[in-house]
């Protein structure tokens, strides 16, 4: 079995290696890090990451999935990368993300018609498209597996373990990862956190939010325009 992991500059590296640690746990499970060429590619905080092959390269995978991070804006104006999720859908056993990757699965219309869920700072986002979206942890809705933000990755990780070996076997790399978070502070969640707080990072990513709005706003536009 194929997990192919796509990466592209500006991910965030947390949404990509919080699944691949539970990925590459997996039995007969190989992972490739699939990029757009053969060149090291800058996480958006400058973790590198050097793919395992490309997308003109890559084999047919079963789990077919995309991180978010800073650099969804241009991904989601990539045509190569679009294309290449479009293809291995075809085939994928399960087409899936974590974070703002939901938008590059939603601009390539590989989420029209599901349930998926996303970054909460960007929930409204995801519902610009013809998405059903819900504002959970993990959101499975038949082949379709999407997560929440960043650490949400692994708890998406463990979910598509259950799903392909069954609940002791994702239950075993829980244990062995030791995934028992006790977090210093309950502000993990905007439904949680000091409304303050809530208000600093809403306003800390307001320029970013409004330019991704407007992207898409203008690629929805286009779409209906070539129809």
């Not at 500059?9 to 060429?37: C, H, K, S």
């Not at 519902?127 to 059903?132: A, T």
């Not at 819900?134 to 259950?162: M, Q």
């Amino acid at each position: 079995m194929v997990a192919g992991m796509v990466i592209f500059p500006g991910l965030t590296q947390l949404d990509l290696t919080g699944p691949y640690e539970v990925f590459v746990r997996l039995p007969g499970m190989e992972v490739l890090l699939i990029a757009e060429n053969e060149h090291v590619v800058k996480s958006d905080h400058g973790l590198l990451l050097t793919p395992d092959t490309t997308f003109d390269k890559a084999p047919q995978v079963d789990i077919l999935f995309v991180p978010g991070g800073n650099g969804v804006f241009g991904a989601i104006q990539n045509k190569k990368l679009l294309m290449f999720l479009r293809q291995q859908s075809a085939e994928a056993k399960y087409i899936t993300s974590v974070c703002t990757g939901a938008l590059v699965l939603a601009a390539a219309g590989l989420l029209d018609g599901y349930k998926a869920t996303t970054h909460w700072l960007s929930l409204n986002l995801l519902g610009m498209f013809n998405v059903d979206v819900l504002e959970e942890r993990v959101v499975a809705d038949r082949n379709r597996i999407t997560g929440g933000g960043v650490t949400a990755g692994i708890d998406f990780g463990l979910h598509v373990a259950a799903a392909l070996f069954g609940e002791i076997k994702a239950k075993e790399v829980q244990l062995m990862m030791e995934y028992n978070p006790e977090p210093p502070f309950n502000s993990g969640s905007p439904k949680t956190a000091n409304e303050e707080i809530v208000k600093n990072v809403i306003g800390s990513r307001r320029n970013i939010q409004a330019e991704r709005e407007a992207l898409i706003k203008k690629m929805l536009a286009d779409r209906l325009g070539g129809l």
